[in-house]
């Protein structure tokens, strides 16, 4: 006993899987009348128009420029209380906890946050400016586009017609 791909399988109570159904419509498609390219053509066309790409990484990228806006000012303060707090002992080996704890700590919050600010600062400064541009070798295609079909226009009007 033969089945058809689109109908549950009846022994073992399965349903057809999205995939077999997908299979069904293009062996369907494909002996209908019309050319299976343009139905081809427009499930495409359908399938892009109903596309929707978020971007995840925005917002993401917004809290890291924010790190990185906060995170030097949060080690510039550690440093300074950790100058502050160093300034009041007479020794030196009291001092070196602060300079570790502090200072260090501090510095390197300062650098990370400096490279988080930059990087994506400029990431999205570039970004700008490629799609600028990208619209503008646009619309500069678009004036030569035209420009030719002028001068084409124009060379087919200059042309004595045969009769």
Do not use: C, N
């Not at 359908?46 to 993401?60: C, F, N, T």
């Not at 906060?70 to 303060?77: A, E, F, I, S």
């Not at 950790?82 to 007479?90: E, K, L, N, P, Q």
């Not at 990431?123 to 002028?150: K, P, S, W």
Request: no cysteine.
């Amino acid at each position: 006993m033969t089945q058809h791909r689109d109908q549950p399988d009846q022994d073992k109570g399965e349903l057809a899987t999205p995939e077999d159904q997908q299979i069904s419509t293009e062996a369907s498609s494909s002996s209908s009348s019309s050319p299976p390219s343009s139905g081809a053509a427009a499930r495409l066309g359908a399938g892009v128009a109903e596309l929707h790409v978020p971007e995840p990484s925005a917002d993401l990228e917004r809290a890291l420029l924010r790190l990185g806006t906060v995170l030097p000012v949060v080690g510039l303060l550690v440093m300074g209380v950790a100058w502050y707090r160093a300034s009041g002992t007479g020794y030196d080996a009291e001092q070196i906890p602060y300079l570790i704890s502090g200072g260090l700590v501090g510095l390197g919050w300062v650098l990370i946050g400096l490279g988080l600010f930059l990087r994506y600062s400029l990431t999205r400064l570039l970004r700008f400016g490629v799609a600028r541009m990208v619209h503008e070798q646009q619309a500069q295609a678009d004036r030569m586009v035209e420009a030719i079909a002028r001068l084409e226009q124009a060379i087919r009007d200059a042309e004595p017609t045969a009769s």
